[in-house]
């Protein structure tokens, strides 16, 4: 039964510590909101933060949302793999530091497992912050999202049995979640969902929206092409 699933949500984070509370709050707090589901039982969720070697009080104030914390190298692709390899949950999500969850997130979770051909999906993408070229970017992700190809900030979902499959996340320095999700795709369909994750544009304000889209549209037809993993990251990163 849909319900009956259990989902765990693997948080990587790296000095996080203005984040990394309410990213865990988010996961507790919209559980069955608003859906007229009853919630799930405690036991049936469970949240791990992977740190990577964070300066700041970001494992402090994990634990204290609730979550359990496991150390692990820096890198997300190594957090991402070392936490959900760390969980029993039937379900892996998998959420940035900077997302909250919408209302109601583990329902449509299992509603779209209901179907046995899906092996994972994403959710909808929204920025937390209104600007104009903000909402661009927000429009261009619905786009490429409806194309089969969401990044990992729209918390990403899987069944485990697809990830053990799969062989878990790639062990590269950037790019993890667009590989996730055509390994993902090969092995069945990705259900996106009609609730939109919330997503801090932080970065893209500090940089300038259209510059980070830029950036972020040059590396995605890299990643395409097949050019070299480094590479790219370098790049981007700058």
């Known amino acids: 039964m849909v319900g009956c699933v259990r989902i765990a949500v693997v948080i990587p984070a790296l000095d996080e510590a203005e984040q990394i509370q309410a990213a865990v709050e988010s996961v507790r707090e919209s559980l069955g909101a608003g859906t007229g589901h009853s919630l799930p039982r405690p036991a049936s969720l469970e949240v791990v933060v992977v740190d990577g070697g964070s300066l700041d009080r970001t494992v402090d104030r994990a634990r204290a949302a609730g979550a359990r914390v496991i150390p692990s190298p820096s890198g997300r692709a190594l957090q991402l793999e070392t936490g959900w390899r760390a969980t029993e949950g039937e379900v892996v999500l998998f959420l940035h530091a900077d997302t909250r969850l919408p209302s109601g997130w583990d329902v449509a979770i299992r509603a779209a497992l209901v179907d046995p051909g899906v092996v994972g999906g994403a959710f909808g993408f929204r920025f937390r912050e209104r600007r104009l070229a903000l909402a661009w970017i927000e429009w261009g992700a619905r786009l490429r999202s409806r194309a089969g190809l969401p990044y990992g900030d729209q918390a990403l979902f899987a069944r485990r049995s697809a ?50 889209w830029l950036r972020h549209a040059i590396a995605l037809g890299a990643w395409r092409l097949g050019v070299d993993r480094a590479r790219i990251a370098r790049w981007v990163r700058g």
């Open 163 to 212: 990830l053990e499959s799969i062989g878990g996340i790639p062990a590269v320095p950037i790019a993890e979640d667009l590989d996730l999700v055509r390994a993902l795709r090969r092995r069945g369909r990705l259900a996106m969902l009609p609730l939109d994750a919330v997503t801090s544009a932080r970065r893209y304000l500090a940089q300038g929206p259209f510059r980070t």
